[in-house]
Structure formats: C-alpha cells, structure tokens
C-alpha cells in the first residue's frame, strides 16, 4: 500500500516538473524568436517510457500563441466597439462623459 503511495507520488511529482519545465521552456522559445531555439528546445526524452515529447511540447507552442493572437483581437474589437460608442454619442453625452472621465482623473491623481 505504501509502495503504491509512493509510487503515485513519484509520477505525480514527474509529471509535475515535466509540465513547468515545458511551458517554461516554451515561453522562453517564444521571447527568443529564434527557429534553432525552437527546433533544439523542444525534443523532450521521457525516462519512463522513452519517447520524445515533440508533438505534445509543439501543441502547447502553438496553443500559447494562438492564445495571444485571440487576446490581441479581442482587444482590438473591444476597442473598435467603444470608440464606435464614443462617438455614436450626442453631443451633450459627450460633454458629460468627458467631464466624468476628467473627474476620474483628478481622482486617480491626488
């Protein structure tokens, strides 16, 4: 029974470590931009079973910049969307929402 224990906790603790050093690794391909970085950093050995980690360390590359991709055009439309807004306003709306924004301001200053 405590073998088993142990045993579990032991690949627990792998898969753990395995996992950070992948997405570490990955981020810092990403930050570096360089293809021999991706192309070196990428071919993972798994002791226990003795395959490489390719496929799955690329998939997470490609997830994490896909992810960013979508932040930067949710960020985009949601920025097309306030600025239509902003100046979809009548005229004393936008009197009064320059003035609100200025007290905010003021606020965040003092």
Request: charged share 20%; glycine share 4%.
């Amino acid at each position: 029974m405590l073998s088993k224990g142990l045993t579990y906790a032991q690949s627990l603790y792998d898969t753990i470590v395995r996992d950070r050093l992948r997405v570490s690794i990955a981020t810092l391909a990403h930050v570096q931009k360089f293809k021999q970085w991706y192309k070196f950093f990428f071919f993972f050995f798994d002791v226990k079973t003795g395959k490489t980690l390719y496929k799955k360390s690329l998939s997470s590359l490609h997830r994490i910049l896909r992810y960013q991709w979508e932040v930067f055009i949710i960020r985009g439309i949601l920025g097309a969307i306030s600025l239509a807004a902003f100046f979809s306003f009548s005229r004393l709306k936008c009197k009064i929402f320059i003035k609100y924004r200025q007290m905010l301001l003021n606020l965040s200053h003092r």
